[in-house]
């Protein structure tokens, strides 16, 4: 059945930009593929490329889903009409649909039984359900000293690898903007970071890419995402010789206002971006950003802060 647009819908459609822009179905390959390239010179060279390991496993999970979709029909056209996210992180973790893909990983992913490595996966291993859902809890709240660091890339790991699953699996979700511009409409988490899209109808705009399930929707460019404003923005790169002013492909937008701020890739400098590899091989920002003052608001799954 088609639908007859009055005028001045036919004129809001014509402006109004796409809302969403999901994540690929191989989306943890792509992530993969750009680690490895970014670790090249990095002083997290090796970091990067045990992470580039551990999304490639990502993306064995996401082919191979070891659980299904845990969010019911009914439940998804109740929050979806009531603005709710439908893959809310904060009930999701605590019913624990996503304990089997840790467990999956973990199976994955081999390791030297000796170093700080083995040691990890060791300590993991040896935990039972009730550890592990207590550990996924406190990360996804943000609570980084209740989990030990050497762990968090690999629960932060089978969380994401189980919300993008999910998400993906979502019929075609017609999502709404959540209460706050940096809050994820498809499960509640905070974004990542921002990613300027350089292509099709998606060209020129700004999307925020959701820290745990990958999601990214749109928000209007020049505004803080957290406080809102627009006075005094200031955009902060690394010194880098091989781009010209202004054209670096990462910089952080940053707020006199809130003192916050939030890393942005601009495809249209550097296609391959991708914003969870971008952004951890980009610490170096990071530190110089808390030195001058600012604080960082924005959770990376993959690494314990500090």
């Not at 300590?123 to 990360?139: C, E, H, N, V």
């Not at 988490?189 to 350089?198: D, E, F, K, T």
């Not at 971006?273 to 604080?295: M, N, V, Y």
């Amino acid at each position: 059945m088609s639908t007859i647009l009055e005028p001045g819908q036919i004129e809001a459609s014509a402006v109004m930009p796409p809302f969403l822009h999901l994540p690929p179905a191989n989306l943890f390959t792509l992530r993969a593929t750009r680690l490895k390239h970014l670790a090249a010179g990095n002083a997290l060279g090796d970091y990067l490329l045990l992470m580039a390991r551990l999304c490639r496993i990502q993306q064995q999970l996401v082919d191979n889903p070891p659980g299904a979709l845990p969010v019911a029909d009914e439940r998804q056209r109740l929050c979806i009409s009531h603005g709710l996210p439908p893959l809310a992180a904060d009930s999701l973790v605590r019913e624990g649909p996503w304990l089997v893909w840790l467990q999956a990983l973990l199976e994955r992913l081999e390791a030297e039984p000796e170093g700080p490595l083995g040691e990890a996966l060791a300590s993991l291993r040896g935990s039972d359900d009730t550890q592990r859902k207590g550990w996924g809890i406190a990360l996804l709240s943000g609570q980084y000293d209740a989990v030990p660091a050497a762990l968090v890339p690999f629960i932060g790991a089978a969380l994401q690898a189980a919300w993008a699953s999910w998400l993906l699996a979502l019929p075609q979700p017609e999502l709404k903007p959540a209460d706050s511009l940096a809050q994820c409409p498809a499960c509640g988490s905070p974004a990542m970071a921002g990613v300027v899209r350089n292509r099709g109808k998606h060209n020129g705009l700004r999307y925020l890419a959701c820290s745990l399930c990958a999601c990214e929707w749109h928000v209007v460019r020049v505004k803080c995402v957290y406080c809102e404003s627009s006075q005094g923005l200031r955009y902060t790169s690394l010194e880098d010789d091989r781009h010209a002013p202004g054209k670096a492909p990462l910089r952080a937008e940053c707020c006199p206002q809130c003192q916050g701020y939030l890393k942005q890739s601009y495809l249209e400098n550097d296609a391959y971006a991708e914003p969870l590899a971008d952004d951890l091989a980009s610490l170096a920002l990071d530190i110089r950003l808390d030195q001058e003052g600012f604080q960082r608001l924005a959770p990376n799954l993959l690494l314990a802060p500090g």
